[in-house]
């Protein structure tokens, strides 16, 4: 059975950092690409980053490009969000994602109907 869990989140102030982590079970996520998303209050789920299988490559949403980096460890079947300078607007409950399929991100990575498997999210909350 596959499972993911997020952890990580928590309050913190407008330029703070955070760390969030994607733990897995029964899937092993250094084969897959792997996305971070993220839903807001009201507002659809949206991609935050990708990062594909072999080559490793990034996709970043434009909202956190320069802000956020995702990073894999292979030897805990982890994958991290490192985010940094935090808004306001990044206010939400983050999720993260992966597929049997998916192996690059490509350009349909934020597409939420490509991914089977979801963590139960974890809620990051900006505010001073």
């Known amino acids: 059975q596959v499972q993911l869990v997020e952890s990580g989140g928590g309050l913190v102030q407008p330029g703070g950092s955070l760390r969030l982590s994607c733990a897995a079970s029964?899937?092993?996520?250094?084969?897959?690409?792997v996305v971070w998303f993220r839903q807001a209050p009201g507002k659809e789920r949206e991609g935050v980053l990708c990062i594909s299988s072999s080559d490793g490559r990034t996709y970043p949403a434009d909202s956190v490009k320069g802000r956020c980096t995702i990073s894999r460890d292979k030897a805990k079947n982890t994958v991290y969000l490192e985010m940094n300078s935090l808004k306001f607007e990044d206010t939400a409950v983050y999720y993260c994602?992966?597929?049997?399929?998916?192996?690059?991100?490509?350009?349909?990575?934020?597409?939420?109907?490509?991914?089977?498997?979801w963590g139960q999210g974890t809620q990051v909350t900006v505010s001073s």
């Open positions: 029964g899937f092993t996520l250094d084969y897959h690409a």
């Open positions: 994602a992966t597929d049997d399929l998916a192996r690059y991100c490509g350009s349909t990575w934020y597409r939420r109907e490509r991914y089977d498997y």
